[in-house]
């Protein structure tokens, strides 16, 4: 009994540490989430704002002049991009986008090649275990300062499109809806398919529409709409894998804040069994030492 006694004394002794690391990597994500999430709200507007732009000047150029906006009739390969981060014990943040991804790639295998540039180790570990390609792989940077930092993400995307070494590039990432909800999105980067726009772009274009009648005119573009967008469309290329980097860092927090605080809130929930066992186990031990005495005491009588 004083074995047993001593074992759950040392399992409580373990838990309590432990639950003691997870609170505090529950802290320190949650202030990370703070600050990730406050810098996806804010860039989102941004973001909206360059869109609308985008579609303001294409509605007065030639799709067909840019090569960023000419759709490939066949689909031979596939550049697919794919955010994930460095760390684990984050909940299911990686599972699910790794499953996004996989089913993304049975859907287009064997039509199409695949190709995978990778930001985060997670990523790049899973797609090799499954025996995928991957052409080019970076480490998750801890801290995002500005949108330069993303510039290598979309030089590597831009320039193998260009060079036609990919005829669909595509952008796979955890859009964060709330700090308890997060959804894997797959996002086509290139080529920029204005045509193909969903119904809230198209309530924003009529709105756009709208609003050039009511300023009564149209803007001018200096040299010309084709030139301006010739040089806005990587721009708003690397606008667009800036946001979704900083989306995925919200969720990447977010889902590691709530898998801290369900470890928590699990060590409690063992903490208490034990504790209610080792109860039970001193108390049997207090009772057959009485009844010992008892017994011993009864025999000398």
Known sequence: MALAIRKIKRQIRSVKNTQKITKAMEMVSAG?????VAS???SREYSETAWKAVLRIA????PALHPLLNQSKEI??????LLSSNRGLC?????????KTLSFVAAQAPSAELEFITYGRKGAVALSKNGLLVAADFPKSEVLSDLSEMRFLSQAALNGFLVQKYDRVVLVFTDFISP????????QLLPLNLAAISEDEKKLLKEIEEQDQIDGGEYLFEPNADFVLRIFLPRLLELQIYQAVLESNASEHSSRMLAMRNASDAAGGLLSDLTLGFNKARQTGITQ?????SVSKASLE
């Open 32 to 36: 990370k989430m703070r600050k990730a």
């Open 40 to 42: 996806a709200l804010l």
């Open 59 to 62: 509605q007065k150029s030639d």
């Open 76 to 81: 031979k390969k596939i550049g697919i991009l």
């Open 91 to 99: 909940g299911g943040f990686n599972q699910q986008i790794i499953k």
């Open 180 to 187: 308890l909800k997060q959804k894997p999105v797959i996002k």
């Open 289 to 293: 030492e009485l009844s010992e005495i």
